[in-house]
């Protein structure tokens, strides 16, 4: 199975800073039709997860663009250009390559 | 706007049985597969298993085999999640969840919360 591990668990930052997460897969996540299939969600306390990224680095419709997704094959990165108070919560990523799988969660919180 | 409402959680006992189902609207429920993931309060994301849109192919995750049965029902916009045998460890938050491409998955329900406790 694809393992998908996240880092850091906790991430304390400073309104207005920048903030990166990242996440490593197991396996290359590269598809047969040579695209890359992997997906942010931002979950806030109390709510449901929601999808910001896509494929890699595609922003969902009302996603503020301090948010960015990098990355190929087997390391990926989200990044938030200046951390809003609005931004706290836990961050997963996802890889659907074979079982669908999360990481663990970045828990970002504000110093 | 796509909406996934989830219903059916509740207290069981341990080796209990409970059905979850999910209504879906917004968008055309047949042409989608459609997942099941849970989280445990305070713990990370665990997907549990999805079903295609003709309702004929059902995946499961390797910890949940024989226990747990996906189906749907695409004249009621409907996915449905039978969990038999329950134990203390099932208990978390299920979330129905709309398949994305590439395996992954986009809209989530609000859960139904699962408590399996003597």
């Known amino acids: 199975d694809v393992v998908v591990t996240q880092s850091p668990p906790s991430l304390p930052v400073t309104l207005g800073q920048p903030a990166s997460i990242s996440c490593r897969s197991s396996?290359?996540?590269?598809?047969?039709?040579?695209?890359?299939?992997l997906s942010w969600f931002q979950q806030r306390p109390g709510q449901s997860p929601r999808r910001l990224i896509y494929?890699?680095?595609n922003r969902d419709s009302g996603v503020p663009d301090r948010f960015s997704g990098s990355g190929s094959d087997t390391d990926f990165t989200l990044k938030i250009s200046g951390v809003e108070a609005d931004d706290v919560g836990v961050y997963y990523c996802?890889?659907?390559?074979?079982?669908?799988?999360f990481g663990q969660g970045t828990r970002l919180q504000i110093k | 706007e796509v909406q996934l409402v989830e219903s059916g959680g509740g207290l069981v006992q341990p080796g209990g049985s409970l059905r979850l189902s999910c209504a879906a609207s917004?968008?055309?429920?047949?042409?989608?597969?459609m997942h099941w993931v849970r989280q445990v309060p305070g713990k990370g994301l665990v997907w549990v298993a999805r079903?295609?849109?003709?309702?004929?192919?059902?995946n499961y995750a390797d910890s949940l085999k024989g226990r747990f049965t996906i189906s749907r029902d695409n004249a009621k916009n409907s996915v449905y999640l039978q969990m038999n045998s329950l134990r203390v460890e099932d208990t978390a938050l299920y979330y129905c969840?709309?398949?994305?491409?590439?395996?992954?998955?986009?809209?989530w329900g609000q859960g139904a919360l699962v408590t399996v406790s003597s």
């Open positions: 969840v709309r398949d994305a491409v590439g395996g992954l998955v986009d809209y």
């Open positions: 917004g968008f055309t429920f047949s042409n989608y597969w």
């Open positions: 079903i295609n849109s003709a309702g004929t192919i059902a």
């Open positions: 396996e290359s996540l590269v598809y047969a039709d040579g695209k890359t299939y």
């Open positions: 494929e890699v680095s």
């Open positions: 996802m890889q659907g390559k074979h079982w669908p799988s």
